[in-house]
Nanobody, 111 residues
């Protein structure tokens, strides 16, 4: 049974930074691509960032240059470093592996 547990969300002012973590268990982590999605109230869930098992990355246009996805296969963990946060980044952030989803972590950007 794959389990994904996100952490690191919270309340931050515009222009601030947060780093989200997602710890995975129950799978051979290094064999899988990982993704971060987000869902804001009243909006569809959207793909934010993707990292292949080889470390190649892709980002939504809305976060390019501000967010960085990375992975540590020794720790079975994927990260999302979020800089220069904007109010429109407010959402619940989820990490995914194949068809498995974590429970999400709330990120709120507000002054």
């Amino acid at each position: 049974q794959v389990q994904l547990v996100e952490s690191g969300g919270g309340l931050v002012q515009p222009g601030g930074s947060l780093r989200l973590s997602c710890a995975a268990s129950g799978s051979i982590f290094s064999l899988y691509a990982m993704e971060w999605y987000r869902q804001a109230p009243g909006k569809q869930r959207e793909l934010v960032a993707h990292i292949t098992r080889g470390g190649n990355t892709n980002y939504a246009d809305s976060v390019k240059g501000r967010f960085t996805i990375s992975r540590d296969n020794a720790k079975n963990t994927v990260y999302l470093q979020m800089n220069n946060l904007k109010p429109e980044d407010t959402a619940v952030y989820y990490c995914t592996q194949f068809n498995y989803w974590g429970q999400g972590t709330q990120v709120t950007v507000s002054s």
